[in-house]
């Protein structure tokens, strides 16, 4: 799993908790060889594609990773994992985890190492939990479920706070509000221009379903305050050597830009999660609780220094 990410360096790691940004990861391992700003970004973290140990090496412990700024999981809680996360499904407590659907896409991968990054509790769906627990180590909870099955969504939403919703729906956004999740964040390029010809008949399968409009309606329409990123041509080339353009975006998706735009996997990524994290509360009802903005390459520089800031000038500019 984790195609297209190579081996990282842990020598030059950041130490444990600092204020670690974003992964620059290389997109392959041909483009890394080209010697491009993301290989060299990509180079100064850690072998993240390993998981588990070398993961844990990278943060400078074995014990665990520390979470929100606490403590290190004491060795004698990580050893019954699977029973630990059992209990976590079964039980309802505090919402405090991340749930990213479609998590082995090549989208998925790259949003669940970026929250890894940002200390985040993250559950995550794929089709083969045993190469997730293999890939990620302890830094995520791997479910296998049905999309479809209104019971195996339940579980899977059980303490959850936001949805990252990358693919289909299935039953998700009405299992998710009788969870009671606070915010669902979707990706979708439905309206937005994408290329012709050939070009346009190799989009990838998960690519493909974004452009489906009814997505937007029924995350909208779901009773949950929701986050739609919108993005044009998703390019499967290095990120972090762009500047980002970042724009309120109608809902609508017949009303969408009607220029063509780019945009790296990986900054998708960063603006996705940041939909997540740090877009302010939105609150209210289902009609004044949605937020679309569309994420675009804007040609070379540096990417957004702080996405909450950003983020919240969008959200004041949506209230005025």
Known sequence: MLRGVRQLKSSTSPAPGANVGPARL?????????????????????DVVQGGPKL????GQESGLPRDGGEPEPP???????????????EDGEKDTVLVTDADTPTGELVVLQLILLRAKVRILVKDTAAAKTGYGPY????????????????ALRNVRSVIVLGKLGALPQA???????????????????????AGLFLSSAD????????????????????VVKAGVIQDTPGGSSRIQVQPASLSSSSSSSKQSNITREDLASAIVAGAVYLP??????????????????????PPESWQQLLEGLAAARTQ
Do not use: H
């Not at 290389?26 to 850690?46: D, P």
């Not at 296998?144 to 969504?153: E, I, P, Q, R, Y």
């Not at 509360?281 to 540096?302: F, I, K």
């Open 281 to 302: 509360g939105l609150g209210g009802s289902s009609s004044s609780s949605s937020v679309a903005y569309e994420v675009a390459d804007a040609g070379p520089g540096q």
């Open 140 to 155: 995520v909870e791997p479910v296998s479920v049905d999309m479809g099955s209104a019971g195996g969504l339940a579980r």
């Open 26 to 46: 290389a997109v392959s391992a041909r483009s890394n060889n080209k010697g491009n700003a993301g290989g060299r970004l990509a180079r100064e973290l850690l």
């Open 56 to 59: 844990r090496k990278w943060y």
């Open 176 to 198: 998710a509000a009788k969870a009671g999740v606070e915010r669902l964040v979707l990706l979708s390029t439905a309206g937005m221009p994408q290329p012709g010809g050939l």
């Open 76 to 90: 004698q809680q990580q050893e019954p994992r699977q029973q630990q996360q059992q209990q976590e499904l079964e």
């Open 208 to 227: 493909a379903a974004l452009k489906d409009p009814q997505r937007e309606a029924a995350v909208t329409g779901s009773g949950i305050p929701s986050v």
